[in-house]
């Protein structure tokens, strides 16, 4: 509520107004303007070009129009030509972007693919490794095994009394 006391707000009230009646003021004056170029042109007076000129000064003058260079229609239908073969050009481009980044994420797919491949193996060519070295080592045991095996025998057999005697 303090803000209702401060000039501040009376003030821009105040402009407000003012900018909302002066934008109104002169728009039945761009209308008689207008209307008077028109019978001119009409009349003969001057030409439909001269007209248009006065036409662009007036909006310009009372600052309504931003300069506007017209073209021909050839103009145009050039400039419409272009913006459809441009409109063309980029979309060709955004399928082949995407075309790329299907062949991107393809190639990234087998790589990795390919890397798990490789670690499979080497994890499996890890497992075979230790599986023969613990072959290895069973043999190597069972060797000892046998050698002690046959040297209790050997003196087994040496110790024998014999009963031939």
């Not at 095996?149 to 057999?157: I, S, V």
């Amino acid at each position: 509520m303090k803000y209702l006391n401060s000039p501040f707000f009376y003030i821009s009230i105040f402009l407000f107004a003012s900018f909302s009646v002066q934008a109104k003021d002169h728009k039945p004056k761009l209308h008689e303007m207008g209307n008077r170029i028109k019978q001119a042109v009409k009349s003969g007076k001057i030409s439909e070009e001269e007209g248009w000129e006065k036409w662009r000064a007036v909006q310009r003058q009372h600052a309504h129009h931003k300069e506007v260079e017209y073209k021909h229609d050839a103009d145009d239908w050039d400039d419409i030509d272009e913006l459809e073969h441009e409109i063309e050009i980029r979309a060709m481009e955004f399928e082949l972007e995407r075309m790329e980044q299907d062949h991107e994420f393809e190639r990234l797919k087998w790589e990795h693919q390919m890397e798990r491949m490789q670690h499979d193996f080497d994890r499996e060519r890890k497992e075979w490794a230790i599986h023969d070295m613990q072959l290895h080592a069973r043999m190597e045991l069972m060797k000892k095994e046998i050698g002690n095996h046959l040297k209790r025998e050997q003196t087994a057999t040496w110790n024998l009394p014999s009963t031939s005697s």
